[in-house]
T-cell receptor, first 111, second 114 residues
Framework: KNQVEQSPQSLIILEGKNCTLQ??????????LRWYKQDTGRGPVSLTI?????NTKSNGRYTATLDADTKQSSLHITASQLSDSASYIC??????????FGTGTRLQVFP | NAGVTQTPKFQVLKTGQSMTLQCAQD?????MYWYRQDPGMGLRLIYY???????DKGEVPNGYNVSRLNKREFSLRLESAAPSQTSVYFC?????????????FGDGTRLSIL
């Protein structure tokens, strides 16, 4: 069964610290992997999209990595800010373009 | 830049009532989608429209109908609401012509069925 699992479910860090969120998937065949940021009460916003040939992609302080062999991805946030408090959703697409969403990691950044 | 606009933002219905959720995008996108988001679950696709005039079922279409009114608008209708349809509903759109296009989401409609 095609699944996307994220860890941890929730995370609390202090402002200025770095953190890494994990995503494991079993989607096959694989087309691309996306990370979205969802603020409370808002819709998801795209951060990165990577194909199987890309190992890393950055968007400002957000850096996503992908290991298509082990079916793992991570999202690294550098020098966290209060505005980074949100849920981060990993989404995997197979060749049919169907998107399979993870349940997200809820990040809270405290001053 | 409005992007994807959903109305209403909140709604409370009684079991058996009907209602239509509205969605409009101003990005000239061909494809539009309706998702539901429930606690502890990833977003699930209800229906999608690859282009004006076409609609297809997604993962959880039962109890819903959709209409692609024109290129901008894609509505979701609950004919006879049930408590199991209590959820947050998101509309999204994307440009076709490549599998690496991001989906742009509205801010959701929070629907409670009593």
């Amino acid at each position: 069964k095609n699944q996307v699992e994220q860890s941890p479910q929730s995370l609390i860090i202090l402002e200025g610290k770095n953190c890494t969120l994990q995503c494991n998937y079993t989607v096959s065949p694989f087309s691309n992997l996306r990370w979205y940021k969802q603020d409370t009460g808002r819709g998801p916003v795209s951060l990165t999209i990577m194909t199987f040939s890309e190992n890393t992609k950055s968007n400002g302080r957000y850096t996503a990595t992908l290991d298509a062999d082990t079916k793992q991805s991570s999202l690294h946030i550098t020098a966290s800010q209060l505005s980074d408090s949100a849920s981060y959703i990993c989404v995997v697409s197979g060749v049919t373009d169907k998107l399979i969403f993870g349940t997200g990691t809820r990040l809270q950044v405290f001053p | 830049n409005a992007g994807v606009t959903q109305t209403p933002k909140f709604q409370v219905l009684k079991t058996g009532q009907s209602m239509t959720l509205q969605c409009a995008q101003d990005m000239n996108h061909n494809s539009m989608y309706w998702y539901r988001q429930d606690p502890g679950m990833g977003l699930r696709l209800i229906y999608y429209s690859a282009s004006e005039g076409t609609t297809d079922k997604g993962e959880v279409p039962n109890g819903y109908n959709v209409s692609r009114l024109n290129k901008r608008e894609f509505s979701l209708r609950l004919e006879s609401a049930a408590p199991s349809q209590t959820s947050v509903y998101f509309c999204a759109s994307t440009e076709t012509g490549g599998i690496l296009q991001p989906q742009h989401f509205g801010d959701g409609t929070r629907l409670s069925i009593l």
